[in-house]
């Protein structure tokens, strides 16, 4: 694509085509266990990283950077992307989260597995404030590209990027007061600790990409 | 992160 001849609308159209397909995980036929519960969303979690990969490359501009700095953005971001996703998804249905069309989890569900009720709440009132705010599908495709090309700490220096930044500002700037409010809502700090200490405590295997994007995150912050 | 740059290095969706 040459991103200098894309109108806003193209662009968004764009990112309509790379948005990922929608993941099944299917609900355990038991009442949820918190390794169960566990079991389920990472693997959940694993499937959709592998979507998310394939979605980032057809963000224009991304392919363009050097393998490193791919590398580096989506190790940043995929906790907010995954948490960005399931808040849309959720977004029509108050009080619950939408995981996946066979993975649709009830606030109270929560209490099953020691301290993922607080991230629930934190999940369910982020979803609320989506809804107040009325965010619109193509805000959303928006706001999941500016959490990728923003991710890294570094400057990721690349023209196309910016030039695909500057795409992602005229879809948006109809209402920036509100988009930039659900950048700053989508923080994923409580979700990855979480998830370190699930997996320290033996309570579910870590396997794959998501262990890797993990580590990834525990690396960095050391 | 290994299995990450595979999987940015296929071409193949």
């Not at chain 1, 806003?8 to 009442?31: G, I, Y």
């Amino acid at each position: 694509i040459l991103l200098s001849t894309v109108s806003p609308e193209q662009f968004v159209l764009t990112l309509l085509e790379a948005e990922p397909p929608n993941v099944l995980v299917s609900r355990p036929s038991k009442p949820f266990t918190e390794a169960s519960m566990m079991m389920s969303l990472t693997k959940l979690a694993d499937k959709e990283l592998v979507h998310m990969i394939g979605w980032a490359k057809k963000i224009p501009g991304f392919v363009d950077l050097s393998l490193y700095d791919q590398v580096r953005l989506l190790e940043s971001c995929w906790m907010e992307v995954l948490m960005i996703g399931l808040m849309w998804r959720s977004i029509d249905h108050p009080g619950k989260l939408i995981f996946a069309p066979d993975l649709v989890l009830d606030r109270d569900e929560g209490k099953c597995v020691e301290g993922i009720l607080e991230i629930f709440d934190m999940l369910l009132a982020m979803t609320s404030r989506f809804r107040e705010l009325k965010l619109q599908h193509k805000e959303y495709l928006c706001v999941k590209a500016m959490i990728l090309l923003n991710s890294s700490e570094y400057a990721v220096a690349s023209d196309r990027l910016s030039r695909s930044h500057d795409c992602l500002v005229p879809p948006c700037a109809v209402r920036p007061g509100p988009l930039t409010c659900f950048l700053f809502f989508v923080h994923s700090n409580k979700g990855m600790e979480h998830l370190l200490s699930m997996k320290c405590k033996n309570v579910v295997p870590v396997y794959d990409l998501l262990l890797e994007m993990l580590n990834a995150h525990t690396l960095r912050g050391q | 992160s290994h299995k990450l740059v595979q999987l940015l290095a296929s071409t193949a969706e």
